[in-house]
T-cell receptor, first 115, second 116 residues
Framework: AQSVTQLDSQVPVFEEAPVELRCNYSSSVSVYLFWYVQYPNQGLQLLLKYLSGSTLVKGINGFEAEFNKSQTSFHLRKPSVHISDTAEYFCAVRVGSGNTGKLIFGQGTTLQVKP | GAGVSQSPSNKVTEKGKDVELRCDPISGHTALYWYRQSLGQGLEFLIYFQGNSAPDKSGLPSDRFSAERTGGSVSTLTIQRTQQEDSAVYLC??????????????FGPGTRLTVT
């Protein structure tokens, strides 16, 4: 069965510092990978996605992620965070290219940006 | 344009009562998904509708849970005889047909269900 592991439940970081949120997945077939952000009391918003092609994917709000097939990882990075980046971040995988589009999510990482 | 909307935003119910949660997808989206977000289980897939095809119900946790989608648009998730472990945020998402290469799901703000 496919699974997604987010290695850190909480990541505290100071404003303007770089941050990396780690995500590993398990699947023996092709996958499509996503990072979503959830601000307090809101739904999920797509940050970025990897479908194919370049392994470095750029998203909104200055975030980027790198797909590493050999390590089955899709870590999210930002070179300089802002207070407004404080939120919960979810890594998700969609398996295969069939008609079902359901996503399997990791447990989430809470990013706490401190002034 | 309008995003995915869900109602109610909050629902408090007594154990044993039935509840209905509503989702209005983005106009033109043929695929609709329900997920559940709870403290212990994270984000879990519940059910998926695509056009007139039979829904994928593989994520429904028990037969107390059911969902329907009328006219290919609005969906209702029904939980019968609610239990305290049903307390969670229920999220709805929609997208264009995933079979045609649409990958981005747009999420609603969720319905927070509290079973007392």
């Amino acid at each position: 069965a496919q699974s997604v592991t987010q290695l850190d439940s909480q990541v505290p970081v100071f404003e303007e510092a770089p941050v990396e949120l780690r995500c590993n997945y398990s699947s023996s077939v092709s996958v499509y990978l996503f990072w979503y952000v959830q601000y307090p009391n809101q739904g999920l918003q797509l940050l970025l996605k990897y479908l194919s092609g370049s392994t470095l994917v750029k998203g909104i709000n200055g975030f980027e992620a790198e797909f590493n097939k050999s390590q089955t990882s899709f870590h999210l990075r930002k070179p300089s965070v802002h207070i407004s980046d404080t939120a919960e971040y979810f890594c998700a995988v969609r398996v295969g290219s069939g008609n079902t589009g359901k996503l399997i999510f990791g447990q989430g990482t809470t990013l706490q940006v401190k002034p | 344009g309008a995003g995915v909307s869900q109602s109610p935003s909050n629902k408090v119910t007594e154990k044993g009562k039935d509840v209905e949660l509503r989702c209005d997808p983005i106009s033109g989206h043929t695929a609709l998904y329900w997920y559940r977000q709870s403290l212990g289980q994270g984000l879990e897939f519940l059910i998926y509708f695509q056009g007139n095809s039979a829904p994928d119900k593989s994520g429904l946790p028990s037969d107390r849970f059911s969902a329907e989608r009328t006219g290919g648009s609005v969906s209702t998730l029904t939980i019968q005889r609610t239990q305290q472990e049903d307390s969670a945020v229920y999220l709805c998402a929609s997208s264009f047909s995933p079979g045609q290469g649409a990958y981005e799901q747009y999420f609603g703000p969720g319905t927070r269900l509290t079973v007392t």
